[in-house]
């Protein structure tokens, strides 16, 4: 089993800036992705970033390009997400995910069903 913690969430201004973190812990611990996901009230999941552990590739969410960053490191089972001019769209429970699983063609790191284990998630409110 792997266990993820996320933690960095809290109440911000329009404009201000959080910075998520997660860490992975459990079995011996080696992912080939991780990635953030998002819920707002009464919405579904949605994908918000990943990276791709191999070339470090990253992806974002097309209302979180420009504004949110994704890093971390494999090697410590940790990723990160710097979100800046956070605006009261970005109100969401952020969840952060692993997977442990090889990445065939077609896996695109963008999907809930692509990943393997989640954690309990962190809120994040923006206020205007």
């Known amino acids: 089993q792997v266990q993820l913690v996320e933690s960095g969430g809290g109440l911000v201004q329009t404009g201000g800036s959080l910075r998520l973190s997660c860490s992975a812990s459990g079995r011996t611990f080696s992912s080939y992705a991780m990635g953030w996901f998002r819920q707002a009230p009464g919405k579904e999941r949605e994908f918000v970033a990943s990276?791709?552990?191999?070339?470090?590739?990253?992806y974002y969410a097309d209302s979180v390009k420009g504004r949110f960053t994704i890093s971390g490191d494999n090697a410590k089972g940790t990723v990160y997400l710097q979100m800046n001019n956070l605006n009261p769209e970005d109100t969401a429970v952020y969840y952060c995910?692993?997977?442990?699983?090889?990445?065939?063609?077609?896996?695109?790191?963008?999907?809930?069903?692509?990943?393997?284990?989640w954690g309990q998630g962190t809120q994040v409110t923006v206020s205007s």
């Open positions: 990276i791709r552990w191999s070339g470090d590739r990253t």
């Open positions: 995910a692993t997977r442990i699983t090889p990445i065939y063609y077609g896996v695109t790191l963008r999907r809930n069903n692509e990943y393997d284990y």
